[in-house]
């Protein structure tokens, strides 16, 4: 289920604070930095993002 637009524009990466691109419609909901040297990947768990750096996934 997609974030609501409002959300999604207040978020942003807490590592690097580029914006959050929205792929929660995904199988695997994830909220994507789009920070060029950053790109961490914020899981999304029952509707709710987890913005802890520590829970992130670092690109492939």
């Excluded at 637009?5 to 590592?15: F, K, Y």
């Excluded at 580029?18 to 990947?41: K, V």
Aim: glycine share 4%; aromatic share 2%; with cysteine.
């Amino acid at each position: 289920m997609p974030l609501e637009a409002g959300l999604l524009e207040i978020l942003a990466c807490p590592a690097c604070r580029a914006p959050l691109s929205d792929r929660t419609a995904a199988e695997t909901p994830e909220l994507i930095c789009s920070g060029a040297d950053c790109g961490l990947a914020y899981p999304v768990r029952d509707d709710i993002p987890v913005l802890l750096v520590d829970e992130a996934r670092r690109p492939a």
